[in-house]
């Protein structure tokens, strides 16, 4: 969109209304936009506010003009009733001129609103990334697809996608409605069971984006967050095709320990670890965890404490998730955790 | 008068409610104490072994019993409580004892005949939760606990709509 | 002449008249009462006690909400709170407070000595009760629903909300949709047979326009969720497949129905204090509204329009964007109606003479607040904007705004305006203006931070956020925000209770006003008019009197009212209504059985509808001894 004067004008006035300057990474802020579709929004909000307030000014000056200029003696005086019987004409044209203003406006807005849509629609989509983006109850399950499938690979709550290039999130649901908001770079899209919607974005600043669940889906919708990187080309390609490869066999003996406790108990029922007998489908896919800055959804760092404490016991720290507790021997959650830790 | 009447509805209705089950609703659910004497393998249910397993009266736990007896494919063997190459789990026919004991125990230990033992890869609050739902297929729990039908094709009535199976306890087949 | 002939002395005898139409004394009296000011009166109390059941409530979570990785309130707690907040305010509160206002003044600014159908009046009152009850006691028990006032599908569903829950809150919707769709129709048929003579359809009183609108609305819109929650119910209870994907069924549906009937309901509860408005506006200008006409129709076309938008609750579902594009239109479209209204009252307070008093103080601030908040729904209004703001507190502040400020705050301007006819003393002046201020600054520090906060990306319905997103000082505010209206309604109940006692007496007329209500004494007698009045033009009370002044030979030995024609209020016939009766409420309680054991099995269908059955037909059975007195009092043309 070309910077016209009044975008400039409602560009000011979005950003003194704007309040409060965040401070802090990652960003999950819808004026701050990072990508094309979140800034072709971001000037229709910036339109919208500005001919917002100007109704706004306009109508409550009317109104407090009113009342300043209106005589205060009303307090037991009989009533003025010349209007019940001659029609006030004069009145009546200002009602029907503000109300022909406003219909003006109005018809404005809905020609933005149109531009708008036509303008996120028109997202160029060659050479696009095709992530499919599963909801679960309260975790994100990441596909990537490729016209080639063995370039496919899967991952969980954090995505990397590359700067500059469209990205299609096809999305679906395993059991209730979800909803994908990446603020940054492109409004909501809900993931409804029995269904198949699709979101189209590009980010066009590099940076760490934070998303989260925008529809209320259960327990812990509060802790279903996911984290998007916007990397350049190069190193997006670098990071997709380390998530292709099957994770490398423990180096040290704690590892293999650690590979023995995650195949020989309860761990491998849920989750898949490529390049190993672990083929669960049902929580995260797990091949690449210590290369994820969070865990559970967004909820905690990932650093060796938070990840022993997951283990040992989830619902103290995100209550009602279907991962159960583990009461392992400290020896075994010490080994477990060291070979998690080897999943780069 | 009129406060007395109004403090004694409320009492009423407060009774009427707290009979219907405050414990039926918790979620999510600490485990219970389990029940009696599990750590016995058993392949009979017996008079002397009564079990309790308090999962049963609650719903939240029954219907997680619903989604791991599909999450770790129960349904592979038992298909959705009509047996497959596993025998029927919701009619009264029991191979190895009808209670939650001795459920608890098949799961956990596997039994003779092609029951894997699943009690290094389940945890044991999960399997309690499960067997609370197997028992629903037979119709033996509360109809406000047991599941209702689920958001998937549905194979006959829901699990809180079963008559309860009369209990037959049943040989297993021999081997040939 | 017989005892039994009823005498039509031309001068009414008020003790006559005032025992006819009293309710009998007592504790079974108590529950017989059909008096129509009676019943309204238990209708307000009782929705402005779920009012403060539901603000405790927000109190609550906006405690927890005040800091970052707050666990003041576990997560199930929290979703209990805000489903329990929703459903009180949009189910108990809004709604059947207006309709229990309505049923108290329309009467009395029609002309007529009650409403149309009062037992049922009575019955409805009892099953809104018993609905409302029912929902808070399961709340109490720890087994309050958790899914939201909306309940979507499938996590209202049997398999993701295991139990009982969702039941109670689903069977709440029909106990409470039951009631106002009675008093809908007591409403409509009030307001069109019932005027006095002369009170043609363009003299009636804004008020009464909103309430025949808002109970047209309400015929419409109701069944549509109780359709969709009785679906809900049959899903849950006995396996039908509406909601299943799997089996044909659709989740979309739900939200379909629900926001069906979902938007409708902002707009039953945004119309009828358009109509406080006029009436107060009027007042305090000392002159008549600007363009009757024009108001008129503004509520006719909003109430039309307002069918017509609820795709923009699901805007960020997957529905096709050519349609979602017409719902943005329709959308836009509602604000011009609104904003005609906005300048007519603007126009009517430029060109009036103002008496500062509290009511009008409260009807002011409609007039930034809701301005305000009818913007931010201009904003939500259109599909790309709306996909950035769509379930974030950005629209938690335009709902609170335009729920507060076009109908909370005119209603608390309409307690103070009425409460004098209600109970013949005055409200206090000086502890008026200071709950007004401080609902007024505490309802802004509290609900305009939100706006950002939707903005800066907080979602709805969280129990809890991270404090590396900094959104902790603006909710800290938000709460402190929340407190000071806490602070301004404990102002109003102190208000109240002392001015019951000790306000000053207040007479038939204390604010000079124009309507028909003012004629009668403070409070009105159980017949509100010892003769019925003829009305000769808008503002009756401001006008001359006209010849006739007053409708002669009705009697006052039996509750009589007479029954007029639809668009002109000529006088068509006489009609006795039934005398107090208990039956009311117990078929009620037997209906609460019915749908109470519905939640628990189906067969309560079968077995409860006995004595349903049973109480209704003592109720409507007629007295033989009656209907001979009637028949006989039957006058040849």
Known sequence: ?344 | MKRAMCAACAALLAGVAALAGCYREQRPVKAPPAAAGVSQPSFAASADRPAVNRYEENAYAVSQGKTYYRAYNCNGCHAAGGGDSGPPLMDGRWRYGADPASIFTTIRQGRPNGMPAFGERIPEDQIWQLVAYVRSMSGQLRPDVAPARGDTLTPGKPESRRKPQPIKAEAPPQER | MSSDQPTYAPAQDAATLQRTWSDPPGLVGWFSAINHKTISLRFMITTFVFFLAGGVLALLMRLQLARPDNRLVSPDLYNQLFTMHGSTMMFLFAVPVMQAVAMYLVPLMIGARSVAFPRMNAFAYWIFTFGGLMLYAAFFLDIGPDVGWFAYAPLSGPQFSPGKRVDFWAQMITFTELAALMEAVILITTILKMRAPGMSLNRMPLFVWTMLVTSFMVLFAMPAVMLASTALITDRLVGTHFYNPAEGGDVVLWQHLFWFFGHPEVYLIFIPPLGFISSIIATFARRPVVAYPAMVLALIATAFFAFGLWVHHMFAANLPELGKTFFTAASLVIAIPTAVQIFCWIATLWSGHIAWRTPLLFVLAFFVILLLGGLTGLMLASVSLDTQLHDTFFVVAHLHYVLLGGAVFPLFGAFYYWFPKFTGRMLDERLGRWNFWLFFIGFNVAFFPMHLLGLEGMPRRIYTYPKALDWGALNLTATVGALTIGVSVLLFIVNVLRSRRHGAPAGADPWQAGTLEWSVASPPPASNFEQVPVVHGRYPLWLPPGTPDRVTGLTSEHREVLITSVVDAAPDHRLWLPSSSPWPFLCAVAVTILFIGSIFTPWAMVWAAVPVAATATVWFWPKRHMTAVRSASEVPP
């Open chain 1, 1 to 344: 969109m070309a910077a016209t004067p009044l975008r400039y004008l409602a560009g000011i006035a979005g950003a003194c209304c704007a309040g409060t300057v965040l401070a802090g990474a990652p960003g999950q802020n819808a004026l701050r936009a990072a990508g094309i579709q979140a800034e072709h929004i971001g000037w229709l909000w910036n339109l919208t506010l500005g001919l917002c307030a100007l109704v706004f000014a306009a109508v409550v000056g009317a109104f407090l003009l009113a009342l300043w200029r209106a005589p205060k003696d009303g307090a037991g005086r009989p009533p003025d009733l010349a209007s019940l019987t001659r029609p006030e004409r004069g009145i009546h044209r200002a009602v029907a001129w503000a109300t022909g203003t406003c219909v003006v406006l109005l018809l404005l807005l809905l020609g933005a609103d149109v531009v708008t849509s036509r303008a996120l629609a028109d997202l160029p989509l060659r050479n696009a990334v095709n992530i499919e983006l599963i909801g679960h109850q309260w975790w994100w399950e990441a596909r990537y697809r490729h016209a080639d499938t063995s370039r496919n690979f899967t991952t969980a709550n954090e995505l990397h996608i590359p700067v500059g290039r469209p990205v299609v999130i096809t999305l679906a649901s395993n059991d209730v409605i979800h909803s994908l908001w990446i603020p940054n770079l492109q409004g909501k899209r809900d993931l409804i069971p029995g269904r198949t919607t699709l979101l189209r974005l590009r980010a066009d600043r590099a940076g760490v984006y934070r998303g989260q669940c925008a529809e209320f889906c259960g327990l812990q919708h509060a802790l279903m967050a996911l984290e998007v990187t916007a990397e350049p080309d190069a190193a997006y390609e670098a990071w997709a095709a380390h998530q292709r490869q099957p994770a490398p066999p423990p180096d040290s003996d704690t590892a293999r320990r650690g590979q023995q406790v995650f195949l020989g108990g309860t761990c491998m029922m849920c989750h898949t670890i490529q390049g190993t007998s672990a083929q669960g489908r049902l929580g995260p896919d797990l091949t690449h965890l210590a290369g994820r800055r969070t865990l559970a959804a967004g909820t905690l760092p990932n650093n060796r404490g938070y990840l022993s404490g997951w283990i040992a016991d989830p619902h103290a720290l995100k209550e009602g998730v279907n991962m159960p507790a583990n009461q392992l021997p400290p020896d075994d959650l010490h080994a477990l955790v060291s070979y998690l830790e080897t999943l780069k």
